[in-house]
């Protein structure tokens, strides 16, 4: 069974920064594209960043570009974003997703979902 657990969402002011982890179990998690997606209230789901450890190829979201960086412990099968210089439009609920084959930012791509963990940035 595929699982997907986030963590490490709170409240931080702008500017500040926060790390998520996902970690996961039910697959392989060399060959599988992992993403961050985040859903902010009344707004669609928007994908963050994604890559794909056996090729090293990752995606950023414009808007996160210089700001978040993605990376993974394979021992532990878990990702991570570090999220630097936060603002509050980066507010959101952010969500974990995992997909055998395809790696984009798009979450109708994405088949496996965790429950997500709210971040939310003060002004």
């Known amino acids: 069974e595929v699982q997907l657990v986030e963590s490490g969402g709170g409240l931080v002011q702008a500017g500040g920064s926060l790390t998520l982890s996902c970690t996961t179990s039910?697959?392989?998690?060399?060959?599988?594209?992992i993403g961050w997606f985040r859903q902010a209230p009344g707004r669609e789901r928007e994908g963050v960043s994604a890559?794909?450890?056996?090729?090293?190829?990752?995606r950023y979201a414009n808007s996160v570009q210089g700001r978040f960086t993605i990376s993974s412990d394979k021992n532990k099968k878990t990702i991570y974003l570090q999220m630097n210089s936060l603002k509050p439009e980066d507010t959101a609920n952010y969500y974990c997703?995992?997909?055998?084959?395809?790696?984009?930012?798009?979450?109708?791509?994405?088949?496996?979902w965790g429950q997500g963990t709210q971040v939310a940035v003060s002004s």
């Open positions: 997703a995992a997909d055998e084959f395809r790696l984009g930012l798009d979450p109708y791509d994405f088949t496996y």
């Open positions: 890559f794909r450890s056996r090729t090293g190829t990752t």
């Open positions: 039910g697959f392989s998690f060399d060959d599988y594209a």
